[in-house]
């Protein structure tokens, strides 16, 4: 179950059949790739990604139209899009313990990007850099574009900093 805050009220998504999902896929005559497909309120979904910029929507499956699925497939067609080249650097920099993974973003993009790994500690989240960055970059840049990704563990571990 998934909880929404929008426009200051709570809502609560029931998602099923969440899946893994790999396929080209046209909507609005434009070519996405599929990575994710799920059931939302009887409503089959499609995570898309857009190769050359990297937007992600979410759209009805019934909307799209599946060309061709599967992840070999798909590299053929996108070797040279953005997607698939920050994929490559993501692997070529797996091995590092620090700096694993995309480390930068598109070229000519302005602005501020920032993403943050909580992988499982015992210490708590320290709020101090939201804080400074809002504080620092709120002339300049607003909202902040920031990705945090959180492990189930992490989570458990740490309820109150979910607050």
Known sequence: MISICIEGVAQTHQISNYQVYFGITKKDLKDYIGLRKFTENKNDYLLLVDPENLDTK????????ALKTGFAEIEKNFATTVYFRSLK???DNAKN???AGITHSLPEEAGINLSIDLCPSTHPLNSKI???LINTFKNIEHPIPLAIAI??????EHPIDLK
Not at 58 to 65: D, F, G, M, Q, R
């Open 97 to 99: 313990l620090q700096d």
């Open 89 to 91: 650097e993501s692997k």
């Open 151 to 156: 492990s189930g563990k992490w989570i458990n």
């Open 58 to 65: 979410i759209a009805l499956k019934k909307e799209c139209k």
């Open 130 to 132: 939201f804080t400074t």
